[in-house]
């Protein structure tokens, strides 16, 4: 027993030094590894803002390559410094005997390591360290700033750089006079047998490769599912423990409704759920929790009512918010199996296949240069797109050119073929899982959505939603109305990008006319207020116009009690403003808007005038209106309203004390003797007299 648990600390120390060194032993890892002089040298350990001051207090020696991936020199300096460091890592270090060479590397007797740093992904970190040009290589001892090469130097200069420090600390190790360097690029040491020696490195490598092949495979099959997920087509009922073995410690995917027996929504969902789980067989997890048995449980999951349905996948989870129909549930769960799968990497020719399948589509621009972290933060994303739009990720230069990219990483959506840009572009903008997601869930609807149940409140609230009534069932007229809607879309948000520049353009110029006409009077004070004049396009006060369509067989009953259409006279369009439940339905001619381009773009003009030009409907009746005015002058303007109702209180006071103070006089007139009130309710004064 002593002996196990001396060889299990020894390992995990032996692991815990390996990482402390930069040692990258994943699998993941091992496609960057190269080959030089027939051993394997791992990745150039990549130091980032986190742990730059960490891995250079872990080593005496550390040679830094500050670089942008953009940068022509860098791209030509590369080969130099990689060259470099793996000619050092396979040095063998200074020793008399074979068993001690074999024993210790270079790393370890000099205790020295080879780095770099993007300094476009972390240009706070470079401007920190003086960094004024790229490439520079700096060698720190200690922590310390020793010495520093600029420009891309050729191998023979850093590697002078990096012997003298060496021979400074370990005195007659180093070899004397000038050291046969490889040439940038080279796979072995310098030789008359050079090429032999490239031949068996490479014969090494394909035989070191074949090696390691079976231990790759044993070391990633545990973290594997080892078995078929949902083999028997049920729903398992999870308890607290099996949740946690099942769901949290492992990276399989599970689709779970929270129910109490009690609730008739769950009730009701029963039968759908079980059917989803036989449709599901081999493919997801289907499990359900019975709050009122598991009570701790639920609480831990913050739920809000019941049914609740979460998406599982290891520690991340998202709320199905759909319909509850069969169909809806298989649907979502076919696409979050898709999600599961990662990232799907595309290029030019698959991007355009899945355009034909897809209305809305996230695309992640990235280029060499993009780092682990800027990966990480775009796995993170996925899951919450679940049955609403796919994520994909490019290097494709044809889409670059397609889109316009200059700069990477960039992220953009395509709604049927019309790009929108995420416009932040820092790295931690980048990152920001939380400001992306509200990004995207801004622009993930279709350029003119169907208006369902489960999506009304994200298309109607707040916005003047121009809403196609269609039928369905004539494919031919149905498809004809929606691509008139499509076009009229399209030319209204075209119209609204031209308002916009003319308008920024409009302000821009009236500040550049302020500015000269200060310069002409030479009025210094004008000249200052004139330059801090910012250009700000405040659009809080407009109302997004938007489109939709809605199945007018299927909502009959709804749209003729709200609107007063009915499908069977034919396809209509209404411009609705939900936040104010009126809405327009005739044209300013006075006929109804049809799902024609002309109609609709004619008609949203005059709607959107302040004050609109056509006058509107309500969806409600006149006694409502009177109480949902009051109730949104009450939530828009609170304290305005909290003062007229205390005014109205004091004013309601104040006239209640005058008249009470009225009859109390009366009353007092009435029933005291004239002799009293002659003389006052005291009577004689206090000496007695009388006049």
Not at 196 to 201: C, F, N, R, Y
């Amino acid at each position: 027993m002593r002996l196990a648990s001396l060889a299990l600390f020894l390992s995990a120390a032996v692991f815990g030094s390996a990482q402390a060194n930069g040692a990258d032993t994943s699998s993941d890892s091992d496609k960057d590894v190269t080959y030089f002089n027939g051993k394997k040298v791992p990745p150039l350990l990549e130091l980032t803002a986190d742990n730059f001051d960490k891995e250079l207090q872990s080593s005496k020696y550390v040679v830094v390559k500050y670089f942008s991936p953009w940068c022509p020199h860098c791209t030509d300096f590369a080969p130099t410094y990689q060259t470099l460091y793996e000619y050092y890592y396979t040095s063998k270090p200074p020793t008399d005997s074979e068993s001690t060479a074999a024993a210790t590397s270079f790393e370890k007797f000099y205790d020295i390591r080879f780095a770099a740093v993007n300094c476009i992904a972390y240009g706070d970190l470079c401007s920190k360290h003086d960094v004024q040009s790229w490439p520079q290589t700096t060698l720190y001892r200690e922590g310390k700033l020793v010495e520093t090469v600029r420009g891309g130097k050729p191998i023979g200069a850093l590697s002078k750089m990096v012997e003298d420090a060496l021979e400074k600390d370990f005195p007659g190790t180093r070899p004397k006079g000038e050291i046969p360097l490889p040439e940038p690029g080279a796979t072995a040491f310098p030789s008359e047998k050079g090429q032999d020696i490239a031949e068996k490195s490479k014969d090494s490598a394909k035989d070191d490769t074949t090696k390691t092949t079976p231990q790759k495979v044993d070391k990633t099959k545990p973290s594997k599912p080892t078995k078929t997920p949902n083999d028997q087509g049920i729903s398992v009922s999870l308890t607290a423990e099996s949740f946690q073995n099942l769901v949290t410690m492992t990276q399989e995917p599970w689709f779970i409704k929270f129910y109490a027996p009690w609730c008739h929504h769950c009730q009701a969902m029963a039968s759908n759920w079980q059917q989803l789980a036989k449709e599901m067989k081999g493919k997801l997890n289907i499990g359900e929790v019975n709050c009122d048995v598991e009570s701790r449980l639920c609480k831990d999951v913050h739920l809000h009512g019941y049914p609740t349905i979460l998406f599982f996948r290891g520690g991340e989870r998202v709320e199905y918010n759909g319909l509850r129909g069969l169909g809806d549930f298989i649907q979502y769960a076919e696409k979050a199996l898709d999600i599961c799968t990662g990232v799907e990497d595309v290029d030019a020719t698959s991007f355009k296949a899945l355009e034909e399948k897809e209305d809305v589509i996230f695309v992640y621009f990235y280029d060499h240069a993009t780092t682990t972290e800027d990966f990480k933060a775009l796995e993170r994303l996925p899951l919450s797109l679940i049955g609403h739009a796919k994520l994909v990720k490019t290097k494709d230069p044809v889409l670059y050119d397609r889109y316009k990219i200059t700069t990477w990483p960039r992220l953009l959506v395509s709604r049927e073929g019309r790009p929108t840009y995420y416009t932040p572009l820092t790295p931690g903008e980048m990152r920001g899982t939380h400001q992306v997601l509200s990004w995207m869930k801004s622009v993930w609807l279709p350029i003119v959505p169907e208006l369902t149940a489960s999506n009304a409140r994200e298309i109607m609230d707040g916005k003047i939603v121009v809403l196609g009534i269609l039928n369905r069932e004539d494919q031919e007229v149905f498809l004809g109305a929606k691509r008139e809607m499509k076009r009229a879309a399209n030319e209204w948000m075209d119209k609204q990008i031209q308002l916009f520049q003319l308008e920024r353009q409009n302000l821009r110029d009236a500040k550049q006319l302020r500015l000269e006409e200060a310069e002409d009077r030479n009025d210094q004070r004008a000249l200052r207020a004139a330059k801090s004049i910012r250009i700000s396009m405040d659009m809080a006060d407009r109302k997004e116009v938007t489109f939709a369509w809605v199945d007018g067989v299927f909502w009959q009953r709804w749209i003729r009690t709200t609107y007063g259409i009915d499908i069977k006279d034919g396809e209509r369009v209404i411009i609705n403003d939900e936040d104010n439940r009126r809405y327009w339905d005739m044209t300013i001619t006075g006929s109804p808007i049809v799902p024609s381009r002309v109609s609709i773009l004619e008609t949203i003009s005059k709607v959107t005038a302040s004050p609109p030009l056509i006058k509107p409907k309500l969806t409600i009746s006149s006694f409502e209106k009177i109480f949902f005015d009051i109730r949104v002058t009450f939530s828009e303007h609170p304290y305005l309203s909290f003062g007229c109702i205390a005014g109205l209180a004091l004013g309601g006071a104040s006239w209640f004390r005058g008249r009470l103070r009225k009859t109390r006089g009366s009353f007092m007139e009435d029933n005291l003797p004239i002799k009293e009130l002659k003389e006052g309710l005291l009577g004689n004064t206090a000496n007695g007299k009388k006049d």
